[in-house]
């Protein structure tokens, strides 16, 4: 005698029954999404069917704000963008406007600049490992580690700028004042220190049979998809592609440094992450040799305009950022504001291509392949 | 009482064994309440202590209080019960989860002839306990009416169901080995040695097994922070939510002393049986506090596993050679061959287990290797 | 005329050796070369771009829109070729009030986001786009908050910096 009526036992096999995907929302708050981000995945068990990102939360309105603030000014909105590494987007918003009104740079302040840039790129790829090692899963553990080394960096930036995040430190024309009389000891000693991060964190997660595993061979990105897809940065060059805006297009005083850019081998989340993690030697020894090499002179142009006006110019300049090309288009039409300031931000442009690369995979591999991407919501919503 | 147990335990309160029940039911509750307590401050200590912070520091000399302002804090939050949430199934969910655990505790020997009963078939009886478990869990991720608690409640019955199966058998080699299914008497017939040392093979698959069975990392997926945000019991906030983390930390206490009990020879190795109860007491503590340690050690430093990972683990792994295990001990048992074959067949099986983990992180190439490839590639792409 | 040709890289040339047929004008920015051509041209001539191998533009950077007010509106795009190594700027200006323009998703899967972004920005609609939501702005805003004219822009005048005087000292 069944427990169920005879009609409901009649329907289980006719097409009264039948199987939905279930959506999952991950976000605004989610721990995994790294800031206010959110996902809609619709899974089929633990299966991703599909995925909807959404973004927009943290829209700040950053390229109008930069439209109504002068030059100067509007350089405090650009260190919000890639808010782990404010430095680097300083710095490329001051090639743009020194691109428009054609301002010299003193040869020092190109090297302060590429200094502290590299310090800040090192900082964000020690965020990238250790949210991803949190996103693994080892509990924090590789937060913890990466987050000692990034509070030496920030100790160093606040000595160096007289501020941790967001600087503000870059001017079109130079650097805000110059470096501290100890700079290049305390900078040798965070480099040591830096080495020693490195390996800690690489120790901790390559040398884990498991994080291997979860990584090895999941989402490969092929290099014409990735071109394709507008993705640029550690993840197009984990495709094998050795393609890094500081040796393609070069600009500062790259060229008179010597490095290497580390490529992946397939393309997966675990050739990403290597790839972040080769990089970091690769920018400290960038520091080392800025240190050796830095000239004298000033740190800001002399002869700069005490306003800054534009006449009609454009100019499109773009940078290696942490995560990718990080271009800045630039228009000026006269007057002591910008005209049009647009950000061409990597994580915005990696992020389009994550719907089309969870598909197919188990609901725990989506946010370690979102956590790959090593988006920054800033960068991404503006 | 039961008479036919080989080693009844004495009525040392009362004659009256219902009243001595009871009172022994007391005092280990009010213990296992101070456990839990001090489980959690020790657990955020052992983690802070890996992951190089101080943990609680602030409520009373060394933080030593903090787990007393945590449990009042919980007690006066609000119970929030959702809306979508099924009411009685979600709210009876977190007793259905503990009770089992109680049931365990009834029946553990803390101290020779001292436990709440002496259960002659103690063995069978924890692990049946222990399986109940699900049930609670289950119901708490259905009627929480949220897709995350209903992803994690069925990863738990998943997973917890499959490692059931080499959890058991590990237990039933050792069961074979001591041939009596009474806790006691196995203690007591680890008089001179640790059925470790007979039985290693089933040790590390009983310890791998009660991971998963504990939600532990790297197995933790029905909890998984990062991706599931607390799985089943996401919904719970207060008094509700504390019973789920009364039922972690009281399985984890049962677990590491029945663990102890039966191969680390509990209370009796060495010399309890001849230096008295104090010895005992702190033969238990300490066997039971290393074996917590190993698991809040292996928490911090482990990712987590894929779901698909985790079931081949499972069933791939730990079930063969568990079956493996139990084939070894019949023959030898069977046809009367030494002991000391137990602990090399053993011994051989569980370093094939773990060499076959370490085959398969050396598998990789080294670190320091990896990353050199990866400059390498770098520069030759240059 | 013959002087800014003069000035124009040796990737003009290339470009005009490459597609004779297709109709631009060729300019010069800051940093790049920049072709201006009308929007019904606009998916011939990056159609051209990207196949003709002599100039294999396979990677879409980035997508500018500016609001030229009384011009109407503007689109720039900026493409690269990973082979070649060089970019190039592409204009494309609408009259005012009918900014349609081809979407370019068919060639590049990244204009996909970048065409989202100027749509809700600038207003621009992108004819056959295959998702035409807001992406950053919230779902049912049908403000085009870059336009130099928005309903905001009092205030924007208000605490802008008027131009003349000095900004801040350095």
């Not at chain 2, 302002?69 to 979600?90: G, Q």
């Not at chain 2, 069978?124 to 991720?141: E, K, R, S, T």
Request: with cysteine; net charge negative; proline share 5%.
């Amino acid at each position: 005698m069944s427990i169920w009526p005879e009609e409901r036992l009649s329907h289980a096999d006719t097409e009264g029954f039948h199987t939905v995907d279930m959506t999952i929302n991950v976000g605004p708050q989610h721990p995994a999404t790294h800031g206010v981000f959110r996902m809609v995945l619709t899974v089929d068990g633990e299966l991703v069917t599909a995925c909807e990102p959404y973004i927009g939360y943290l829209h700040r309105g950053l390229e109008k704000l930069s439209e109504i603030n002068d030059y100067r000014q509007a350089m405090a909105f650009w260190d919000r963008t890639d808010y782990l590494a404010g430095l680097l987007c300083e710095q490329a918003y001051c090639m743009a406007v020194e691109k428009l009104a054609d301002i010299e740079v003193p040869e020092r302040a190109e090297y302060i600049r590429v200094m502290l840039s590299e310090l800040s790129r090192i900082n964000s790829h020690f965020m990238f490992l250790g949210a991803f090692g949190a996103d693994v899963g080892s509990f924090g553990t590789s937060f913890t580690y990466a987050w000692r080394e990034r509070e030496r960096i920030y100790d160093l930036l606040e000595e160096v700028a007289g501020d941790r995040m967001f600087p503000t430190y870059y001017r079109p024309g130079g650097v805000a004042m110059d470096l501290p009389e100890n700079f290049e000891k305390r900078c040798r000693e965070v480099l040591g220190h830096i080495f020693q991060g490195i390996d800690d964190l690489d120790g901790l997660l390559t040398g884990n049979e498991i994080f291997v595993e979860r990584c090895r061979a999941l989402s490969p990105l092929t290099t014409e998809r990735a071109i394709n897809l507008g993705v640029t940065g550690p993840v197009l060059r984990s495709t094998g592609l050795a393609w890094d805006l500081r040796k393609a297009e070069p600009y500062s005083i790259y060229p008179q440094v010597k490095f290497d850019i580390p490529v992946g081998l397939r393309g997966d989340v675990f050739d990403r992450y290597m790839v972040r993690l080769a990089e970091m030697y690769q920018s400290a020894r960038i520091v080392e040799q800025c240190l050796e090499q830095i000239p004298g002179g000033h740190f800001l142009n002399p002869k700069l305009p005490r306003n800054l006006r534009i006449d009609d110019a454009e100019a499109y300049v773009r940078i290696e950022g942490t995560k990718g090309e990080y271009g800045v288009h630039a228009v000026a039409k006269g007057g002591n504001r910008p005209y049009r300031m647009k950000l061409r931000s990597p994580s915005f442009c990696n992020l389009s291509a994550l719907s089309e690369m969870v598909v197919g995979h188990y609901v725990a591999d989506a946010i370690i392949i979102l956590g790959s991407l090593d988006i920054v919501l800033g960068e991404v919503d503006k | 009482m039961n008479g036919a147990s080989p080693l009844p335990f004495g009525d040392v309160f009362f004659g009256w064994s219902w009243l001595d029940a009871i009172i022994r039911i007391v005092i280990v509750v009010l213990i296992m309440t101070v456990v839990v307590v001090y489980l959690t401050y020790g657990e955020r200590k052992v983690v802070a202590r890996i992951q190089q912070r101080l943990g609680p520091n602030r409520v009373g000399p060394w933080g030593l209080l903090q787990g007393f302002a945590d449990a009042i804090k919980l007690l006066i939050k609000e119970d929030i019960r959702p809306r979508a949430a099924d009411r009685w199934v979600f709210e009876f969910a977190p007793f259905l989860t503990f009770i089992p655990v109680l049931m365990v505790l009834a029946a553990l020997p803390f101290a020779r002839d001292w436990g709440v009963r002496n259960v002659t078939l103690g063995l069978l009886f924890v692990n049946a306990a222990l399986g109940l478990n699900i049930v609670g869990i289950m119901m708490a991720g259905l009627g929480s009416g949220n897709k995350y608690a209903l992803l994690g409640g069925v990863r738990a019955a998943a997973q917890m169901i499959s490692y059931e199966i080499p959890l058991v058998i590990s237990i039933i080699c050792v069961a074979m080995v001591a041939g009596t299914l009474d806790l006691n008497a196995i203690a007591i017939l680890q008089e001179d040695r640790p059925f470790l040392l007979l039985q290693p093979l089933a040790f590390v698959i009983f310890f791998t097994a009660m991971l998963s069975e504990l939600h532990r990392a790297p197995f933790d997926i029905p909890v998984a922070e990062s991706e599931i945000v607390g799985g089943y019991f996401v919904e719970y906030s207060g008094i509700r939510w504390s019973m789920f983390q009364l039922t972690e930390y009281a399985s984890l206490w049962a677990f590491s002393i029945f663990g102890s009990v039966v191969f680390l020879g509990g209370w009796e190795f060495p010399m309890g049986s001849d230096w008295g109860w104090g010895w005992q007491l702190f033969l238990t503590f300490v066997k039971s506090l290393a074996w917590i340690i190993a698991v809040m050690w292996v928490r911090t430093t482990v990712p987590r596993l894929r779901i698909d990972q985790l079931m081949s683990f499972c069933w791939k792994v730990l079930l063969p050679m568990s079956l493996v295990q139990l084939l070894m001990n019949g023959f030898i048992l069977v046809y009367d061959w030494p002991q000391e074959l137990l602990t090399l067949t053993s011994g051989i099986g569980a370093a094939a287990l773990v060499g076959f983990i370490l085959y398969r992180t050396a598998r990789h190439p080294s670190v320091a290797h990896l990353v050199g490839a990866y400059k390498r590639a770098g520069a030759q792409a240059q | 005329m013959s002087e800014e040709k003069a000035t124009l890289p040796p990737l003009a040339a290339t470009i005009k050796k490459a597609l004779p047929r297709a109709a631009y004008v060729p300019g010069l920015t800051k940093t790049d070369l920049d072709l201006r051509v009308a929007p019904a041209e606009l998916l011939v001539l990056v159609q051209g771009l990207k196949d003709n191998p002599a100039l294999d533009f396979d990677y879409l950077r980035n997508m500018t829109g500016i609001d030229m007010q009384e011009n109407g509106l503007e689109l720039k795009y900026h493409l690269y070729s990973f082979k070649h190594g060089h970019t190039v700027q592409i204009t494309v200006a609408t009259p005012p009030g009918e900014s349609h323009l081809p979407t370019l998703t068919g060639l590049y899967a990244a204009a996909n986001w970048h065409e989202r972004e100027a749509a809700e920005m600038f207003g621009f609609v992108f004819d056959g786009h295959p998702d035409p939501r807001n992406l950053l702005l919230e779902e049912d805003l049908r403000i085009h908050p870059l336009l130099k004219a928005h309903p905001l822009q009092p205030i924007e005048v208000v605490q802008g910096i008027e131009d003349g005087k000095a900004g801040f000292d350095f």
